[in-house]
């Protein structure tokens, strides 16, 4: 067996799709032909290498870039399907009423709830994700309280013993939440400790949890366990999600909205409101 080509050996058109992987979080093999004037054959070839290689993984119609033990950085995470997020908000913002108290943690999917809750009334918004302060700061039917403690640079996220407190010290209607990653069998996943001790404090305080992700999470992994779909009211993607996971929906009661690709199709619910009301 001869020894195995150095990243440095990647052809140019091979680097410059690794590239384009880093800043967005995932590329097409569509675009990419029409970029480089290459074949989708010939760009395929070039993704299977670097996934060979575990810089990129496969995805459907692509390729993102590959994370078991660190995540995407912040400005890859807010490019990576933001159609798609968009969508799943609206959707989730639609399940709450004017009025509710509501947890939202940190990921660039519950910014854009924050962005759909914006013109909500009589709101209380607690949240360690400083983003979604200057959000919601200027709508003034949302009460924002932010959870102390240090801030990372990276993300705006706030984590750490304080932030557990805070959160500890709330019983609220409703928790918002994202994942880096969600297993087949249910499990909801994520990078940082401490970010997922937060999480869990928010999960243990709230009367119901919905946590929002687009399909792309069920094609990482992550290796801290935030917890189970059984912990949750609800789950709202944009794709069916993997069979496994759906069954573990189903086993445990939770609703599973798929908003679709079109944003002015209805969502479609796998359980009726009488299962979950």
Same mark, same amino acid.
């Given at each position: 067996?001869?020894?195995?080509?150095?990243?440095?050996?990647?052809?140019?058109?091979?680097?410059?799709?690794?590239?384009?992987?880093?800043?967005?979080?995932?590329?097409?093999?569509?675009?990419?032909?029409?970029?480089?004037?290459?074949?989708?054959?010939?760009?395929?070839? @070039?993704?299977?290498?670097?996934?060979? +290689?575990?810089?990129?993984?496969?995805?459907?119609?692509?390729?993102?870039?590959?994370?078991?033990?660190?995540?995407?950085?912040?400005? %890859?995470?807010?490019?990576?399907?933001?159609?798609?997020?968009?969508?799943?908000?609206?959707?989730?913002?639609?399940?709450?009423?004017?009025?509710?108290?509501?947890?939202?943690?940190?990921?660039?999917?519950?910014?854009?709830?924050?962005?759909?809750?914006?013109?909500?009334?009589?709101?209380? =918004?607690?949240?360690?994700?400083?983003?979604?302060?200057?959000?919601?700061?200027?709508?003034?039917? =949302?009460? =924002?309280?932010?959870?102390?403690?240090?801030?990372?640079?990276? @993300?705006?996220?706030? /984590?750490?013993?304080?932030? /557990?407190?805070? /959160?500890?010290?709330?019983?609220?209607?409703?928790?918002?939440?994202?994942?880096?990653?969600?297993?087949?069998?249910?499990?909801?996943? @994520?990078?940082?400790?401490?970010?997922?001790?937060? #999480?869990?404090?928010?999960?243990?305080?709230?009367?119901?949890?919905?946590?929002?992700?687009? %399909?792309?999470?069920?094609?990482?992994?992550?290796?801290?366990?935030?917890?189970?779909?059984?912990?949750?009211?609800? =789950?709202?993607?944009?794709?069916?999600?993997?069979?496994?996971?759906?069954?573990?929906? +189903?086993? #445990?009661?939770?609703?599973?909205?798929?908003?679709?690709?079109?944003?002015?199709?209805?969502?479609?619910?796998?359980?009726?409101?009488?299962?979950?009301?």
């Amino acid at each position: 067996m001869g020894p195995i080509q150095p990243p440095e050996e990647l052809s140019d058109r091979q680097q410059a799709i690794l590239t384009l992987a880093r800043e967005a979080g995932r590329v097409q093999v569509e675009e990419l032909a029409a970029r480089f004037g290459v074949s989708p054959q010939t760009i395929r070839k @070039d993704l299977n290498t670097l996934c060979d +290689r575990r810089l990129l993984a496969r995805q459907h119609g692509g390729a993102m870039l590959a994370s078991g033990t660190e995540n995407l950085g912040y400005a %890859a995470r807010r490019a990576l399907a933001q159609a798609e997020k968009r969508r799943i908000a609206a959707r989730c913002a639609a399940l709450i009423p004017d009025g509710s108290s509501l947890f939202l943690n940190i990921g660039t999917t519950t910014e854009e709830v924050a962005r759909a809750l914006a013109n909500h009334r009589n709101l209380l =918004v607690v949240t360690n994700n400083i983003h979604v302060v200057s959000i919601l700061l200027p709508s003034p039917g =949302v009460e =924002v309280v932010v959870a102390g403690g240090p801030v990372r640079r990276g @993300d705006g996220g706030i /984590v750490g013993e304080a932030t /557990v407190d805070l /959160v500890s010290q709330f019983k609220l209607d409703f928790a918002v939440i994202g994942a880096s990653a969600l297993d087949e069998d249910g499990s909801l996943l @994520d990078f940082d400790y401490r970010e997922v001790r937060v #999480a869990r404090a928010i999960l243990g305080n709230a009367r119901r949890a919905i946590l929002v992700a687009d %399909a792309s999470k069920f094609e990482r992994s992550a290796p801290v366990r935030i917890g189970h779909v059984a912990q949750l009211h609800g =789950v709202v993607t944009d794709r069916p999600p993997p069979a496994g996971f759906a069954a573990a929906c +189903r086993a #445990a009661g939770t609703r599973l909205e798929v908003t679709g690709p079109d944003p002015d199709a209805p969502s479609e619910s796998d359980f009726p409101e009488s299962e979950t009301g």
